[in-house]
């Protein structure tokens, strides 16, 4: 199950993010907000990384106007690894490399192709489980 919130700055992009995961075929949660009406996206950011840390879903996608603010939010939760993503190549390196739990996009810099192109190289990576990754890993989590 993926995990998908937003703040107003990113809730057209998160429609059409979830219009595609369901063309695709994949399961998500809405955590908001559900219109762009002013919010505050640390609220999104929690919702999404509890998530995740919970185990009720097993990625996250989060999108605000830049995704730097609703990034850092949601880093600060213990066993969080959001990766702000403008391109494909960080979104797969992120996976591969931090084994990244979370992707953050920013609506107002990156256009809906893109987004999507990020989103699903973000999802179709897997975590390379080399053990110099999985060292650098735990470095962060301690």
Do not use: W
Not at 2 to 16: N, P, S, T, V
Request: glycine fraction near 12%; include cysteine.
């Amino acid at each position: 199950m993926i995990a998908i919130g937003c703040d107003h700055g990113g809730y057209d992009l998160k429609q059409e993010i979830m219009a595609h995961l369901e063309e695709r075929g994949l399961e998500y949660k809405d955590y908001g907000c559900y219109s762009d009406e002013s919010v505050d996206y640390p609220v999104y950011a929690k919702a999404v990384g509890n998530a995740i840390v919970s185990g009720e879903c097993e990625r996250g996608i989060l999108i605000c106007g830049t995704g730097v603010g609703i990034s850092i939010s949601a880093n600060k939760i213990k066993g969080i690894r959001a990766a702000l993503c403008g391109d494909c190549f960080t979104a797969q390196e992120t996976r591969a490399h931090n084994n990244s739990n979370i992707v953050a996009i920013g609506a107002r810099v990156t256009g809906t192709g893109l987004a999507l192109k990020i989103v699903d190289t973000f999802l179709d990576t897997p975590f390379s489980n080399e053990e110099r990754h999985i060292r650098r890993i735990k470095q962060i989590e301690d």
